[in-house]
């Protein structure tokens, strides 16, 4: 059984559509990270890192979006969310789920917690501006990449989608919001049309654009 622990708009929400794409049967647990549950000793015995999303195989725990959508898309071959092994699409495959939960997604995490690597506010919100700047950057960069796609691996729709779909909704804070470029947009609402990805982002109670 698969079991995933989430809360809601988080990376989870990638993980949660992924589940719902494949039609897999998976539970999920809601974890209340106001209430403190990331930090308790349960949380932690699964993901040592106190992060979200945690996957459960038979037990098993598998932490890091990226290994959690490759665990669930190779899971099911056949519903055809990740290219097979050695083929050039598999490496572009990899080369966006590094990017994203590495250099973009972190890029997130500073400007949405600053106060985790500078004290007084000020700096903090120079680390804000600094984060803000990178994004803006690193968007456009996407978004020049993605060209006609219209998805990541061209024609073919993919786990790792699913990554940048959630990064392009945290960029709706940013100046210009992510999905105002041509590509990313697009990209953006072919996902959100989704019937499996209108359904979880209803259960998240998530209404982006
Ligand atoms: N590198 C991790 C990052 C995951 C991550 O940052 N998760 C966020 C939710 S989007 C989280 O758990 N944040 C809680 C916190 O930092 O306190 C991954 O790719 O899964």
């Given at each position: 059984m698969l079991e995933l622990f989430y809360f809601p708009g988080s990376a989870g929400l990638t993980a949660h559509i992924l589940l719902e794409e494949v039609g897999a049967p998976y539970e999920t647990h809601r974890v209340d990270r106001d209430q403190g549950d990331l930090d308790r000793d349960w949380f932690r015995d699964l993901n040592p890192f106190g992060r979200i999303p945690v996957l459960l195989d038979d037990g098993r725990a598998i932490f890091e979006t990226g290994p959690v959508l490759t665990h669930i898309a190779e899971k099911f071959?056949?519903?055809?969310f990740i290219p097979p092994t050695a083929t050039p699409a598999r490496d572009l495959y990899n080369q966006w789920l590094s990017l994203l939960s590495t250099d973009v997604q972190q890029t997130f995490m500073l400007r949405t917690y600053p106060h985790r690597w500078v004290d007084d506010k000020e700096s903090q919100a120079e680390v804000v501006v600094s984060a803000d700047a990178k994004l803006t950057n690193q968007f456009d960069i996407i978004d020049g990449l993605l060209g006609d796609g219209p998805y990541i691996l061209g024609s073919e729709f993919c786990a790792a989608d699913l990554l940048l779909f959630l990064l392009t909704g945290y960029g709706r804070r940013l100046s210009p919001k992510a999905w105002d470029r041509p590509a990313i947009g697009r990209h953006y609402r072919l996902i959100r049309d989704r019937a499996p990805v209108r359904k979880v982002m209803q259960e998240h109670e998530l209404d982006w654009k």
């Open positions: 071959p056949d519903a055809g």
